[in-house]
């Protein structure tokens, strides 16, 4: 599952509800884009429906393979990071920079700047002794080892794809009019709680607190917009964390290089208290600087990227 970096803990925890829609049995289809550059061609449409719990399933085939294609990208991510006070008002702002690569299949942010600044000397030291021990983990790291890396993914993948089955129990899907975004005509489909859903998941039982609307493309059958709203407070880990209701998340995504999809936006208003402390943030991510690996680009050397034939 993508990590978003939100002041982490709170995309994490609220996030999974859609992003995991993206886990079930494949079903390909061709490719249309959202939001495209201007050298991108159109494809051959695909079967259309107007079923949304259908599109719903061609989303959730689709995003698995979508997210193997971003392994192959680097990308810039920019994070503004607003804390609030009880009535709304901006006590403080924080801007963060990141540079955000997969070293061996593990998705991996550098920071680089703080405040519209470059990191001090020290800091930016660190950053890279971060990256530098974690390849020189991966790249020393016994078959044995591997193998129990290879195995703990897959786990995670089962347990993936059984948090999907109780989503597509948790919720009533309904198509409601659709939307014209940058040209195109978008599927719109709500998502409303079961009220007597039954978890089979750990996490699951969180998914009767959210509501949502997902935007679909209808060739592609991709996402391109999410909105989540908590209904209702949330608490985990015997009450240490807490996450009000009203806490609202807005995600966008946009096809790159005419073959994958990438994060373009996430937008946070967060209400929560963790450890007793009351927090209130609103929190920007935008993302920029698409980079496809090359097979001349160091980062190969740190992933497991497949490599671009020379020109």
């Not at 390909?28 to 494809?43: D, F, G, I, R, Y």
């Not at 996490?203 to 935007?215: A, D, H, P, Q, S």
């Not at 937008?267 to 991510?285: C, E």
């Amino acid at each position: 599952m993508r990590k978003l970096r939100i002041g982490a803990l709170a995309v994490s925890l609220l996030c999974p509800a859609i992003l995991a829609l993206g886990q079930e049995e494949p079903a390909a289809q061709p490719s249309h884009p959202a939001n495209p550059p201007a050298e991108v061609s159109s494809p051959a449409p695909a079967s259309t429906t107007t079923d949304p719990v259908e599109i719903i399933r061609r989303v959730a085939a689709h995003d698995e393979d979508n997210q193997k294609k971003e392994r192959n990208y680097t990308y810039v991510q920019y994070v503004i990071e607003k804390k609030l006070g009880d009535n709304g008002e901006i006590k403080s702002t924080e801007t963060r920079t990141y540079d955000v690569m997969v070293i061996y299949g593990e998705q991996v942010e550098r920071q680089t700047a703080k405040d519209d600044k470059p990191l001090p000397p020290k800091d930016a030291a660190k950053e890279e002794e971060k990256i530098d021990k974690l390849i020189e983990k991966y790249k020393n790291e016994t078959e044995d080892q591997r193998q129990k890396r290879l195995e703990k993914a897959e786990k995670a993948k089962e347990e993936d794809r059984a948090f999907v089955k109780d989503i597509a129990e948790a919720f009533n899907f309904t198509m409601l009019p659709p939307e014209v975004d940058v040209g195109h005509t978008l599927y719109r489909i709500q998502a409303e709680p079961k009220p007597n859903f039954q978890p089979t998941t750990k996490e699951g039982k969180y998914l009767t607190k959210f509501r949502g609307t997902i935007w679909v493309d209808p060739i592609e059958y991709q996402w391109v917009k999410v909105d989540i709203e908590l209904t209702d407070t949330v608490s985990f880990g015997w009450v240490l964390a807490r996450f009000h209701k009203g806490t609202h998340i807005h995600m966008e995504q946009t096809r790159v290089n005419d073959e994958v999809w990438l994060p373009m936006l996430v937008h946070l208003n967060l209400g929560a208290r963790i450890l007793l402390k009351g927090m209130n943030y609103d929190v920007t991510q935008t993302y920029r600087d698409y980079k496809k690996f090359t097979s001349q680009s160091k980062i190969v050397m740190m992933g497991e990227a497949e490599e671009t034939p020379k020109k």
